[in-house]
C-alpha cells in the first residue's frame, strides 16, 4: 500500500485546525466562567484585588495623614502651655503692681 505524498501534511493541517479551534473553545470557556464568577463575586459584594489594593493604599494614606495631624495638635498645647507659663509670671507681677500702689496710697477698689 502507496501512501500519497500529501497525506502526512494534510493529517497534519486537520490536526492544527482542530488544535485551533479547540483553543478556541477554551478561551471562550474561560471567558464565560471568569464573568459568570466577577456576576457572583459581585452579587455577594467582593471586590477585586486591584479595587481591593486602591482601597488599602488610600487607607494606609490617610492613617499616615491623621498621625501627622494628631501629632501635630499633641505638640500644640504643650508649645501653649510653655507661652502661657512664660507669660503668666509676669501677667501677675503687671496686675499686682497697680494693687500694690493703690493700696500704698492708702486707695482700695471695691468690689461691686
Do not use: W
Not at 55 to 79: F, K, S
Amino acid at each position: 500500500m502507496r501512501s500519497r505524498p500529501g497525506l502526512i501534511s494534510d493529517l497534519a493541517q486537520v490536526a492544527n485546525g482542530a488544535a485551533s479551534a479547540l483553543g478556541s473553545v477554551r478561551e471562550e470557556i474561560e471567558n464565560i466562567v471568569s464573568a459568570r464568577t466577577e456576576r457572583a463575586l459581585n452579587a455577594r459584594g467582593l471586590v477585586t484585588r486591584e479595587e481591593f489594593d486602591a482601597l488599602r493604599t488610600r487607607h494606609e494614606a490617610l492613617a499616615a495623614r491623621l498621625a501627622a495631624m494628631e501629632a501635630d495638635m499633641a505638640a500644640a498645647p504643650a508649645a501653649a502651655m510653655k507661652k502661657a507659663a512664660k507669660k503668666a509670671p509676669a501677667r501677675s507681677a503687671a496686675k499686682s503692681a497697680p494693687e500694690s500702689a493703690g493700696k500704698a496710697a492708702g486707695k482700695t477698689r471695691s468690689k461691686r
